[in-house]
């Protein structure tokens, strides 16, 4: 059965404002490991205003099982970057523009190391992510006005057609939805917007009780003096979602990042990504990552190794361990109970966005040479 929009809101309304988070250039080349270690402290020390600097040890030496899968012979001529999106078992779901007008969902398989299309569709995938062996993608196109109409699907992986889940129309200049999941299941926010309103909604689908409901009504009044509230950003995680707004009052603006738990609530600045776990929330900024803690004033602190690079992708592999990316070539590994980073081995190239799923790792590399490969770890 197809549940589609508008689902009852539920709980709290308030108000959102319109601006993107930060948005910086990707730089192009990282130094190598020593050259990071020479300019990093050789020890943990604290910086002025009292947070702790995490020092770089080097390549990481333990850290799981690593094995890669070339995907290069599946691509003939074409050199495309593509990621991981979801792991079952031995297969790795990703989407991927095989022409001009078609867009498909594609299962690799480990074991058998085949290539298998499994939904395809002339919209733009926007992006996909999975519980178990649940699928849920957006597909958009645009409309009239320089809007865009967007639908919602689920599909698990043992059927052959989705079904959906929730639709809409980003006008005004709002955002598309974005997929993410959470402890109870899959989240995105819901923009409606008019010349005199603006109304965010957080949305949640909930797999188990087949069910959608909103969870919270952010609305803004748009005007020469804008006033009331926006979330711009969100992330999922294990406790639940994690919210990017802009409050605005009779045009004077301040942001926060705001827990639905509660346990996090502080004025933020532009942030380039964000994420959180059960102790840490991590911000990713210009130039450096930080891990603030949710429960004391105590925040640890990674410079990077150039000043304008951008942190994004963090992964909480424990309470205290985070897997993030560097650029868009290295992967890190904080390690906040020894106040250290660890380098990812590298083998040079773009790497894209790691995924954390039943612990393993999964992301997708493309050498210079143009060698297409997953790349997953089993952590220890």
């Known amino acids: 059965m197809s549940i589609k929009k508008r689902a009852t809101t539920v709980g709290l309304t308030l108000g959102l404002a319109a601006i993107l988070s930060g948005c910086f250039e990707e730089t192009k080349a990282i130094p190598s490991v020593e050259e990071v270690a020479k300019e990093t402290a050789t020890k943990s020390e604290p910086v002025n205003d009292g947070t702790i600097s995490l020092s770089s040890s080097g390549e990481v030496e333990s850290f799981g099982e690593m094995t890669t899968y070339d995907l290069s012979l599946f691509f003939a001529d074409q050199t495309p970057m593509i990621a991981p999106e979801h792991l079952v078992d031995t297969r790795i779901v990703y989407t991927y523009t095989t022409g001009e007008a078609t867009h498909e969902v594609f299962v690799y398989d480990t074991e058998q190391a085949s290539n298998q299309s499994i939904y395809k569709t002339s919209k733009t995938i926007g992006n996909l992510v999975g519980i178990d062996d649940e699928l849920v993608w957006l597909e958009y196109d645009m409309i009239e006005g320089e809007a865009f109409a967007w639908t919602i699907f689920r599909m698990k992986m043992s059927e052959t057609k989705p079904t959906e889940l929730y639709e809409g129309i980003s006008a005004f200049q709002t955002s598309l ?189 493309l050498t210079e040479d143009g060698l297409i490969t997953f790349n997953t770890i089993q952590v220890d």
């Open 177 to 365: 939805p974005h997929v993410v999941t959470s402890k109870d299941g899959f989240m995105w926010v819901d923009y409606v917007a008019s010349e005199a309103v603006t109304t965010s909604s957080l949305v949640q689908y909930s797999p188990t009780e087949g069910s959608v409901e909103t969870l919270w009504t952010y609305t803004l009044q748009e005007g020469e003096k804008r006033d009331g509230e926006y979330a711009f950003d969100y992330r999922g995680g294990m406790n639940g979602g994690i919210v990017h707004q802009s409050l605005f009052n009779q045009g004077d603006k301040t942001t926060r990042l705001v827990s639905a738990d509660g346990s996090f609530d502080e004025e933020m600045g532009a942030l380039i990504d964000f994420g959180m776990g059960t102790d840490y929330v991590a911000l990713g900024k210009e130039g450096r990552a930080e891990f603030v803690s949710k429960s004391s004033s105590q925040t640890f602190e990674y410079r990077g190794s150039q000043t304008k690079i951008s942190f994004d992708a963090f992964r909480f592999l424990n309470d205290d361990r985070i897997l993030f990316r560097e650029g868009m070539n290295r992967l890190l590994i904080a390690d906040l109970s020894q106040e250290s980073v660890a380098t990812l081995p590298n083998t040079g190239g773009t790497t894209s966005k790691p995924i954390y799923i039943d612990g393993c790792v999964a992301y997708g590399v």
